[in-house]
């Protein structure tokens, strides 16, 4: 079983950056392939960036090249860092992990889930 706990969400302006975290135990976090998602009031659940055990990442169209998503395998911890936000980019962030070694963005593919944290980009 692995539990998931996502923290450094807060309210930010837009053009600003904050850097969301990701604590994992349990498993072997080492050997899975993690993700990020976010759900915004009304919205559905959508894929954010996904990165694999080797470091291979994929993110969604609208977040590329504004955030960036990085592990440190020993810290089994997963960041996500949020830069030129925008007020689109408010929602509830949450971290994921599949058991699969192979990157995924649909939320199906993954079998553990965070709680959420919170983003609230001002204007």
């Known amino acids: 079983q692995v539990q998931l706990v996502e923290s450094g969400g807060g309210l930010v302006q837009a053009g600003g950056s904050l850097t969301l975290s990701c604590a994992a135990s349990g498993g072997t976090f080492s050997s899975y392939a993690m993700g990020w998602f976010r759900q915004a009031p009304g919205k559905e659940r959508e894929f954010v960036a996904a990165?694999?055990?080797?470091?291979?990442?994929k993110y969604e169209d609208a977040v590329k090249g504004r955030f960036t998503i990085s592990r440190e395998n020993a810290k089994k911890t997963m960041y996500l860092q949020l830069n030129s936000v925008k007020v689109e980019d408010t929602a509830l962030y949450y971290c994921a992990v599949t058991r699969s070694p192979q990157l995924g963005s649909g939320w199906g593919w993954y079998d553990y889930w965070g709680q959420g944290t919170q983003v609230t980009v001002s204007s």
């Open positions: 990165i694999n055990a080797s470091g291979k990442t």
